[in-house]
């Protein structure tokens, strides 16, 4: 079982994936640097590296469906 702990809801907004806000400085609308076309390379399998650009915070995300990121850590 998935722990809801370790995700995180995302957006898509024209090619921009983006989060409403950070976890961890609660910058609200944070455009993350990864595509929309890189999410298919995760649910595949390939674990991707990344930085919120607000605070540098780094997460490794696992898997993806169409609404969460999930993590390798707790985010909540």
């Not at 994936?17 to 649910?43: A, G, H, S, W």
Request: hydrophobic share 35%.
């Amino acid at each position: 079982m998935i722990p809801f702990s370790h995700t995180w809801p995302y957006d898509i907004l024209l090619e921009d994936l983006y989060v409403q806000y950070c976890p961890f400085c609660d910058k609200e609308n944070v455009i993350l640097p990864m595509k929309p076309k890189e999410l298919q390379t995760v649910r595949e399998g390939k674990k991707k590296l990344l930085v919120f650009p607000c605070c540098k915070t780094s997460l490794t995300v696992i898997d993806t469906d169409t609404d969460y990121l999930l993590f390798d850590r707790a985010v909540r």
